[in-house]
């Protein structure tokens, strides 16, 4: 049986493959006037080169955060990602703006839609 992030979130430490209290940090998702504060997150981050049109390589790094779908909530409601979100590290005050990717939209369900990808920019 393969694990899931949801199940990790029920899961004793010491039968699961991993743990939100060993990997996720604490967010905070803002929206206008709204916020909502104390949200486990998963960071991804992944680099990978892309060839432009000169033939140069260009090296790109993404990030995403991947939250359990249902915690994605403005003011205790749980709601879609939506471009200009602001998602910040409790920790470390870094902040997050929530952008789509070309062509697609700024959040793809995983684990089948427990789990969402938001995509996200660094911006402080």
């Not at 140069?56 to 990602?81: H, K, M, Q």
Request: net charge negative.
């Amino acid at each position: 049986m393969s694990r899931t992030f949801s199940d990790s979130l029920d899961a004793d430490l010491g039968v699961a493959f991993f743990n939100v209290a060993e990997f996720a940090k604490s967010y905070s998702i803002r929206r206008g006037q709204q916020e909502t504060s104390g949200v486990a997150a998963i960071v991804v981050s992944r680099e990978y080169e892309a060839p432009q049109r000169e033939g140069a390589i260009v090296n790109v790094r993404s990030l995403d955060l991947d939250f359990v779908a249902t915690d994605y909530a403005i003011a205790g409601e749980a709601v879609d990602p939506q471009r200009g979100d602001v998602i910040v590290d409790e920790d470390t005050e870094e902040q997050y703006e929530v952008l789509p990717l070309s062509g697609r939209q700024c959040w793809d369900p995983a684990d089948d839609g427990r789990v969402i990808r938001v995509h996200v920019k660094q911006v402080s």
